[in-house]
């Protein structure tokens, strides 16, 4: 056990480095881009060497602890620990993020608070995973929500605005939901307020009282994972961000909404989170099968990419609600595959926006004679997003189908139903990538946008997408890699449910 503060250098190092990049000269946009990816590698290895020699996978309690009195007012802690939970998102946001950083190199306007912002994104992200106190969680999730504000507004496209200020009533509205929920878990039963996960998990409430606390926190995280009919405010932030920001958005920011179904929902309130379980799998199936749909009628790339997302969210929904230890190992696999599949296909998407100009299908097509590279990667990437075997969604998407088909809780009649939905949800998916891919890369439309030659993608370009495809193929292949992390966690949470 080490006493060194780790975390609180993980989550602090990001953002008190940015504060640095004011200092820089304004036009040394060369400097600042280098010394942010250099922060940003050094808290990656941070990140993995604490992991590698500090965490046990076996324990499934918090580990690398720290409580430190923040506001002695209202007894406020800075409270981290991570478990198996946390660790995989916090492993997937270091890289995810280091990429993203890489990945905005071509972005020249206002670079020292560009990568201000992706910095302190970068800290609200980590602490939110790591902290293991409700009223931190909510400053954390609070802290997400300006910089991705500020990313739209003044790097995103034509309709920015719109976008910034729908994303920002949507998320912060699903917001309040956790702050009233945090301080009524706080202070019931007592007068002092409790706001420690440990101490609210050993907390029982009236049922009545545990399933409008329920509610409260799934719509907060609806919001945020984003669940039907929640969900509009996806596509247009997607269509209109920058594919650095994007990257972040598909590859993290989803990810927070099904960690805090985990975290709070089920961890703090497992008596309405067994009642509301079999809802949870329908909204899911819904879900899968609505967004694919939406999907194949999208005429935008970056929309299109967000509603794929949104239907992948579908399957977390399904595996957290079918409550056996198969189908939540697959909920959480999918949110780590999803992060890296997601991201990689908005990177793709918007480097194939700087070569041809536009983002409507029916204008692209041909281009896979002028862009060799990105059409092999796009089809690959595609094809991990559709569940091809050998790769990592194929195996999170089984172990979930696996899950509800060996579930205890469910009859033998909404299993079936539940299985056919997946089912279609599942034929529907290569329909809308194949489509994209045929109307972006055969035929002969596109040569009229091409003006200089060299348009295929350039060294940065193709060391992104192989940083992203070696743990995309390497999960498949050898799924244990990452199952083991959180295998532990998964039993221990599964314990408290009693069928």
Known sequence: MSNFPWLTIIVLLPVSAGLVISLFPIKGNNIIRWYTLGVCLIEFLLITYVFCYYFKSDDPLIQLKEDYNWITFFDFHWRLGIDGLSIGLILLTGFITTLAI??????????????????????GQVGLFASQDILLFFFMWELELIPIYLLLCIWG?????????????????GSIFILMGALSMGFYGSNQLTLDLQSLSNKSYPIEFEIILYLGFFIAYAVKLPIFPLHTWLPDTHGEAHYSTCMLLAGILLKMGGYGIIRINMELLPHAHSIFAP???IIGAIQIV???????????????IAYSSISHMGFVLIGIGSMTDLGFNGAILQMISHGLIGAALFFLAGISYDRTRTLFL??????????????TMFSCFSMASLALPGMSGFLAEFLIFLGIVISNKYSFN????ITFIEAIGIILTPIYLLSMLRQMFYGYKCSKFFTFSNMDAGPREIFILICLIFPIIGIGIYPNSVLFLWNSKVNFILSKFIF
Do not use: C, D, H
């Open 414 to 417: 909404f299993k079936v139903l």
């Open 362 to 375: 029916e204008q692209m097509g041909g281009t896979a004679i002028y862009m060799p590279k990105i059409f």
């Open 102 to 123: 890489l990945a905005a190199w071509p972005v020249t306007r206002n670079p020292r608070l560009f990568y201000f912002l992706m910095l302190a994104m970068y800290s």
């Open 157 to 173: 496209g034509k309709r920015r605005l719109y976008a910034a200020t729908k994303f920002i009533l949507y998320t912060a509205g």
């Open 290 to 304: 609505y967004a694919a749909l939406t999907s194949f009628s999208q005429r935008n790339l970056k929309r299109r």
């Open 279 to 281: 809802w949870i799998v």
